[in-house]
């Protein structure tokens, strides 16, 4: 079992920036890959980035791609998500996610242990 805990989200200008934390706790000792996706009201989950266990492997969807960088810091068992150039539309709900594997799943159907999320507003 992991359990996860994510922070950060805020009220924020358009243009502005934001970093997430996500905390993990539990059997963080195994190889994790990890994922951040984002639920605007009345749409489904977006999957929208993931690093795999060594971190060497980042994926990310194309509407966040080059403005959001992913990265991990396992001495303190914490995976980030810094957010820079936001838009209104990256207004959503932040969940972050985890599942024990050696290789970098790319869709949320995929990772069993999710937090209960940070809400992000970009206003106009």
């Known amino acids: 079992q992991v359990q996860l805990v994510e922070s950060g989200g805020g009220l924020v200008q358009a243009g502005g920036s934001l970093r997430l934390s996500c905390a993990a706790s539990?059997?963080?000792?195994?190889?994790?890959?990890m994922a951040w996706v984002r639920q605007a009201p009345g749409k489904e989950r977006e999957f929208i980035a993931g690093?795999?266990?060594?971190?060497?492997?980042?994926y990310y969807a194309d509407s966040v791609k080059g403005r959001f960088t992913i990265s991990r810091d396992d001495a303190l068992n914490t995976v980030y998500l810094q957010m820079n150039s936001l838009k209104p539309e990256d207004t959503a709900r932040y969940f972050c996610g985890a599942r024990y594997s050696q290789v970098l799943p790319t869709t949320r159907q995929e990772y069993p242990y999710w937090g209960s999320g940070t809400q992000v507003t970009v206003s106009s």
């Open positions: 539990g059997r963080t000792a195994l190889a994790h890959a």
């Open positions: 690093v795999d266990w060594s971190g060497l492997k980042i």
